[in-house]
C-alpha cells in the first residue's frame, strides 16, 4: 500500500510541474480520500482481528479456568495461518510468537485441517514432534464478520505412553499356523520304517531351522501336520523373506525322485487362539485347493497369498472323489429338483460335466436342468447334438425358469469354476441354499461358500475328468448313453489339447472309461474343428502377437474376437519353438478379456490373478472391466514383471 501511495503521490507532483494544477488538485483530493479509506479500513480490521483474539481466549479460559492445559493454536481454516498459539505450543513446535506471520504448515509441515473442515473432532492420523507422540483434536469457530470466515482451535494430546503400549500390544499378537506336508504319503510310498524316520528327520529339521528365527512355539501334531504359533512382529519378517521354506522343503527329495512340498496356513486378527486356529485352518484349506505349495494368510477379511507358482502335484489316490460320490447320490436322493450349472459362456468342459451329472441324477431317478444361455456358449455343436436325444429334449434351461422352478428342496450343482461371479446365473446360487461344486481351477479368495458337498481338485485335468470318477464309483457302463460319454470326453480333451498338457495317470484311465462306455474320439475330434473363416481370423491374432521376455508371446488386438477363437490363438502360440507362455487379449464392450496359456515356468493362473482372473497354472483368464486394451495391456506386463522378479 506504502508503494500505491508512493505513485499517486508522484502523478500529483508531475501534474503540478507540468502546469496542469485542477488536474493536480483533483488527483490529491481522490488520493487522500482512497487513503481516508485505507486508514479506517485497516483499523476495522484490527478491531477484528483482536475480536477473534478475545474469542478464542475466552473459548480457552472457559475449558480449563486460565491457561490452556493443552499446546493450542488458533489457525484460520482457509489458509492456515496462525493466529494465536499459547506458550505450551510455542515450547513444543519452535513457533515465534509473531501474529499473521507465520502459517501452519511452516511450523508443523504436511499436517492438513480438512478433518476440522469436514466437520470431525479428532484428526485420523497421529502427530510426531521429537520424540513423542501426539493426538490432535479440534474445535470450530466461525468469526463474526460478513466472510464467513472459519477459525480452529487445535490441542496436541501427549499419548506417547499409551501409543507405545498399543503398538507393543498389537506386535505382540498371537499368529497361529499350521504346516502341512502336501504329498507326505507320496513320498513315504513303499519305504522301509528306518527310511521314513530319517525322512521325517529332515522334514522336522527343515521346518525348524525356519521357525527358530521367529522365537515361537513348534509343535508336531500328526506325521505331516505341525502347529507353530508365533508373535505378529515377526510376521512382517516371514512375508518379505517370502517364507523362504517353501523353496528350501523341495530340497528334500524322495527315493522316487519325488521333491517335498508343504503348505502353510496362518491364522492371524483374530479375537483369540481359537479363532486363529479356524483362520489357520481355512488358509491350509484354501492352499491345497489353489494346488499346494504355498502360503496363505487369513484375517479377519480376506486371504493373502504367497508361493504357489510351481505346478500341482499329480496324485494318484482316489479316496475322495469315492467320498464325494457317495456324498452326492445321498443328497441327490433326498432333493427335489436338481440344477447344474457351469460358467459364462459354458464351454464343452462346463457342458461336459454337467451331462455327466444329468446321468447320475438319473440313475438315481431324478430329472436335472442345465442351467446354461442357449445363445451365449462355446459349445453350440455339442448343446444341439445332446438335444436332439430324446432323453436331453427340455434339459437344458435358462437362469429365470430356472428361479421359477426353484424351491427349499431344491440343490444346485456348480461345475467348472468355484467363483460366485462366474457362473452363468448368481440370482440361483443365492437363492438355493443347498449347493455342490465339482471344479478342477485353482481356488480364488471369493470362492463360493458355503457348500455342502465339494470336489475341488487342481490336480484334475479338467471338471469332466472328475465327473467321470464319481460316475465310475456310482453308475455301471450300461446306465452311461453314448452322447454322454463324447460330451465327457470332449471336455477332457478341450481342457488337455487332446492330452498335450495337464495330464496325469487318472486323465488317461478316464478317458479309456469314457472310450469304453462309447465315446469317438473322431466325433470329438470334429466337435473342435473351426470352419475357414474363423481359422483365417486365428491366424490373424497369432500374425499381430509380439515376443517379450524371448518365451512370451503377447498379442494385444483392437478389435473384438470370440473366446473361442482367443483361447484356440493362445494354444497355437504355444506350437512355436521357444515360447513356453502366451496372452491374448481383446475387447468386448467396456472390457477387455485375456486368454492365457502356458507349458513352461510361468504360472499364468499367478499372473491373471492379480489382474482378478483365475484359472490353473497352464490355462487360466481374466475379465478387466473398464478399461481399454492399452491400459490392459501394461497391467498384463506389469503383473508378468512382477511374476519373474518376484
Same mark, same amino acid.
Not at 152 to 179: H, K, M, N
Not at 195 to 214: F, H, K, M, P
Given at each position: 500500500?506504502?508503494?500505491?501511495?508512493?505513485?499517486?503521490?508522484?502523478?500529483?507532483?508531475?501534474?503540478?510541474?507540468?502546469?496542469?494544477?485542477?488536474?493536480?488538485?483533483?488527483?490529491?483530493?481522490? @488520493?487522500?480520500?482512497?487513503?481516508?479509506?485505507?486508514?479506517?479500513?485497516?483499523?476495522?480490521?484490527?478491531?477484528?482481528?483482536?475480536?477473534?483474539?478475545?474469542?478464542?481466549?475466552?473459548?480457552?479460559?472457559?475449558?480449563?479456568?486460565?491457561?490452556?492445559?493443552?499446546?493450542?493454536?488458533?489457525?484460520?481454516?482457509?489458509? /492456515?495461518?496462525?493466529?494465536?498459539?499459547?506458550?505450551?505450543?510455542?515450547?513444543?513446535?519452535?513457533?515465534?510468537?509473531?501474529?499473521?506471520?507465520?502459517?501452519?504448515?511452516?511450523?508443523?509441515?504436511?499436517?492438513? @485441517?480438512?478433518? #476440522?473442515?469436514?466437520?470431525?473432532?479428532?484428526?485420523?492420523?497421529?502427530?510426531?514432534?521429537?520424540?513423542?507422540?501426539?493426538?490432535?483434536?479440534?474445535?470450530?469457530?466461525?468469526?463474526?464478520? %460478513?466472510?464467513?470466515?472459519?477459525?480452529?482451535?487445535?490441542?496436541?494430546?501427549?499419548?506417547?505412553?499409551?501409543?507405545?503400549?498399543?503398538?507393543?500390544?498389537?506386535?505382540?499378537?498371537?499368529?497361529?499356523?499350521?504346516?502341512?506336508?502336501?504329498?507326505?504319503?507320496?513320498?513315504?510310498?513303499?519305504?522301509?520304517?528306518?527310511?521314513?524316520?530319517?525322512?521325517?528327520?529332515? #522334514?522336522?529339521?527343515?521346518?525348524?531351522?525356519? @521357525?527358530?528365527?521367529?522365537?515361537?512355539?513348534?509343535?508336531?501334531?500328526?506325521?505331516?501336520?505341525?502347529?507353530?504359533?508365533?508373535?505378529?512382529?515377526?510376521?512382517?519378517?516371514?512375508?518379505?523373506?517370502?517364507?523362504? $521354506?517353501?523353496?528350501?522343503?523341495?530340497?528334500?527329495?524322495?527315493?522316487?525322485?519325488?521333491?517335498?512340498?508343504?503348505?502353510?496356513?496362518?491364522?492371524?486378527?483374530?479375537?483369540?487362539?481359537?479363532?486363529?486356529? %479356524?483362520?489357520?485352518?481355512? /488358509?491350509?484349506?484354501?492352499?491345497?485347493?489353489?494346488? /499346494?505349495?504355498?502360503?496363505?494368510?487369513?484375517?479377519?477379511?480376506?486371504?493373502?497369498?504367497?508361493? +504357489?507358482?510351481?505346478?500341482?502335484?499329480?496324485?494318484?489316490?482316489?479316496?475322495?472323489?469315492? $467320498?464325494?460320490?457317495?456324498?452326492?447320490?445321498? #443328497?441327490?436322493?433326498?432333493? /427335489?429338483?436338481?440344477?447344474?450349472?457351469?460358467?459364462?459362456?459354458?464351454?464343452?468342459?462346463?457342458?461336459?460335466?454337467?451331462?455327466?451329472?444329468?446321468?447320475?441324477?438319473?440313475?438315481?431317478?431324478?430329472?436335472?436342468?442345465?442351467?446354461?444361455?442357449?445363445?451365449?456358449?462355446?459349445?453350440?455343436?455339442?448343446?444341439? =447334438?445332446?438335444?436332439?436325444?430324446?432323453?436331453?429334449?427340455?434339459?437344458?434351461?435358462?437362469?429365470?425358469?430356472?428361479?421359477?422352478?426353484?424351491?427349499?428342496?431344491?440343490?444346485?450343482?456348480?461345475?467348472?469354476?468355484?467363483?460366485?461371479?462366474?457362473?452363468?446365473?448368481?440370482?440361483?446360487? =443365492?437363492?438355493?441354499?443347498?449347493?455342490?461344486?465339482?471344479?478342477?481351477?485353482?481356488?480364488?479368495?471369493?470362492?463360493?461358500?458355503?457348500?455342502?458337498?465339494?470336489?475341488?481338485?487342481?490336480?484334475?485335468?479338467?471338471?469332466?475328468?472328475?465327473?467321470?470318477?464319481?460316475?465310475?464309483?456310482?453308475?455301471?457302463?450300461?446306465?452311461?448313453?453314448?452322447? =454322454?460319454?463324447?460330451?465327457?470326453?470332449?471336455?477332457?480333451?478341450?481342457?488337455? &489339447?487332446?492330452?498335450?498338457?495337464?495330464?496325469?495317470?487318472?486323465?488317461? =484311465?478316464?478317458?479309456?472309461?469314457?472310450?469304453?462306455?462309447?465315446?469317438?474320439?473322431?466325433?470329438?475330434?470334429?466337435?473342435?474343428? %473351426?470352419?475357414?473363416?474363423?481359422?483365417?481370423?486365428?491366424?490373424?491374432?497369432?500374425?499381430?502377437?509380439?515376443?517379450?521376455?524371448?518365451?512370451?508371446?503377447?498379442?494385444?488386438? !483392437?478389435?473384438?474376437?470370440?473366446?473361442?477363437?482367443?483361447?484356440?490363438?493362445?494354444?497355437?502360440?504355444?506350437?512355436?519353438? +521357444?515360447?513356453?507362455?502366451?496372452?491374448?487379449?481383446?475387447?468386448?464392450?467396456?472390457?477387455?478379456?485375456?486368454?492365457?496359456?502356458?507349458?513352461?515356468?510361468?504360472?499364468?493362473?499367478?499372473? #491373471?490373478?492379480?489382474?482378478?482372473?483365475?484359472?490353473?497354472?497352464?490355462?487360466?483368464?481374466?475379465?478387466?472391466? !473398464? @478399461?481399454?486394451? &492399452?491400459?490392459?495391456?501394461?497391467?498384463?506386463?506389469?503383473?508378468?514383471?512382477?511374476?519373474?522378479?518376484?
Amino acid at each position: 500500500m506504502g508503494t500505491y501511495f508512493f505513485v499517486m503521490a508522484a502523478f500529483c507532483l508531475a501534474a503540478l510541474l507540468d502546469g496542469r494544477y485542477w488536474l493536480a488538485a483533483g488527483e490529491t483530493a481522490v @488520493t487522500l480520500l482512497v487513503f481516508m479509506l485505507y486508514i479506517m479500513s485497516r483499523s476495522r480490521r484490527n478491531r477484528q482481528i483482536q475480536q477473534y483474539i478475545q474469542s478464542a481466549s475466552n473459548t480457552l479460559e472457559a475449558t480449563s479456568q486460565g491457561e490452556s492445559p493443552l499446546p493450542a493454536v488458533l489457525v484460520r481454516l482457509g489458509d /492456515g495461518g496462525i493466529i494465536w498459539a499459547n506458550h505450551r505450543f510455542s515450547t513444543l513446535t519452535g513457533y515465534a510468537d509473531s501474529p499473521m506471520d507465520q502459517d501452519l504448515d511452516e511450523v508443523l509441515p504436511g499436517f492438513s @485441517t480438512d478433518w #476440522l473442515v469436514a466437520g470431525k473432532a479428532e484428526c485420523p492420523q497421529d502427530v510426531t514432534m521429537g520424540s513423542r507422540r501426539y493426538r490432535v483434536y479440534g474445535t470450530l469457530i466461525r468469526a463474526e464478520d %460478513n466472510k464467513g470466515t472459519m477459525l480452529g482451535v487445535l490441542y496436541f494430546s501427549d499419548l506417547t505412553e499409551l501409543y507405545q503400549v498399543r503398538d507393543e500390544y498389537i506386535r505382540s499378537r498371537p499368529v497361529v499356523a499350521i504346516i502341512l506336508i502336501d504329498n507326505y504319503e507320496e513320498m513315504i510310498k513303499n519305504l522301509t520304517e528306518s527310511a521314513v524316520s530319517t525322512l521325517n528327520a529332515r #522334514l522336522g529339521d527343515t521346518i525348524s531351522e525356519w @521357525t527358530d528365527q521367529y522365537r515361537g512355539l513348534l509343535r508336531k501334531l500328526e506325521r505331516n501336520r505341525y502347529l507353530f504359533i508365533f508373535e505378529k512382529r515377526d510376521l512382517q519378517r516371514a512375508v518379505e523373506d517370502k517364507f523362504s $521354506v517353501l523353496e528350501s522343503i523341495h530340497e528334500i527329495v524322495s527315493t522316487t525322485g519325488l521333491p517335498a512340498s508343504i503348505s502353510i496356513g496362518l491364522g492371524v486378527d483374530g479375537a483369540d487362539f481359537g479363532e486363529n486356529y %479356524n483362520f489357520a485352518a481355512l /488358509g491350509i484349506e484354501m492352499a491345497l485347493s489353489r494346488g /499346494g505349495d504355498q502360503a496363505v494368510i487369513k484375517d479377519r477379511f480376506n486371504f493373502s497369498f504367497y508361493g +504357489g507358482r510351481n505346478r500341482e502335484a499329480d496324485y494318484s489316490s482316489k479316496v475322495r472323489s469315492r $467320498v464325494t460320490a457317495n456324498s452326492l447320490m445321498e #443328497l441327490i436322493g433326498q432333493s /427335489g429338483n436338481v440344477f447344474i450349472m457351469g460358467h459364462k459362456n459354458a464351454d464343452l468342459d462346463a457342458v461336459g460335466a454337467a451331462v455327466g451329472l444329468c446321468c447320475l441324477c438319473r440313475f438315481k431317478g431324478k430329472k436335472a436342468n442345465i442351467v446354461i444361455d442357449l445363445e451365449k456358449n462355446a459349445a453350440q455343436k455339442l448343446i444341439e =447334438e445332446v438335444r436332439a436325444v430324446p432323453q436331453y429334449r427340455d434339459v437344458f434351461i435358462s437362469g429365470q425358469d430356472a428361479l421359477l422352478m426353484a424351491d427349499n428342496r431344491s440343490i444346485l450343482i456348480v461345475v467348472d469354476t468355484n467363483r460366485p461371479d462366474q457362473v452363468e446365473c448368481q440370482p440361483l446360487l =443365492e437363492s438355493i441354499s443347498k449347493v455342490c461344486v465339482v471344479d478342477h481351477h485353482r481356488r480364488a479368495a471369493d470362492y463360493i461358500s458355503p457348500v455342502v458337498v465339494s470336489l475341488h481338485e487342481t490336480y484334475a485335468s479338467s471338471a469332466a475328468e472328475l465327473v467321470t470318477e464319481i460316475l465310475l464309483y456310482t453308475v455301471e457302463k450300461k446306465d452311461v448313453l453314448p452322447i =454322454e460319454a463324447k460330451c465327457l470326453l470332449a471336455g477332457i480333451c478341450l481342457d488337455t &489339447k487332446f492330452f498335450n498338457v495337464r495330464t496325469g495317470e487318472r486323465t488317461f =484311465e478316464a478317458a479309456a472309461a469314457l472310450r469304453r462306455m462309447g465315446a469317438d474320439t473322431t466325433e470329438v475330434k470334429r466337435l473342435l474343428q %473351426n470352419d475357414f473363416q474363423d481359422t483365417m481370423a486365428k491366424y490373424q491374432i497369432i500374425k499381430s502377437s509380439r515376443l517379450y521376455r524371448q518365451e512370451i508371446a503377447i498379442s494385444a488386438l !483392437n478389435t473384438t474376437t470370440t473366446r473361442v477363437l482367443a483361447a484356440q490363438a493362445a494354444d497355437e502360440l504355444l506350437n512355436i519353438s +521357444g515360447i513356453t507362455a502366451s496372452f491374448v487379449l481383446y475387447p468386448d464392450g467396456d472390457q477387455v478379456i485375456i486368454s492365457a496359456r502356458s507349458i513352461g515356468s510361468a504360472n499364468v493362473q499367478v499372473i #491373471l490373478e492379480a489382474l482378478g482372473g483365475g484359472g490353473n497354472a497352464a490355462t487360466a483368464g481374466a475379465q478387466m472391466r !473398464n @478399461t481399454t486394451v &492399452k491400459d490392459a495391456l501394461d497391467k498384463l506386463v506389469e503383473s508378468i514383471d512382477k511374476f519373474y522378479e518376484g
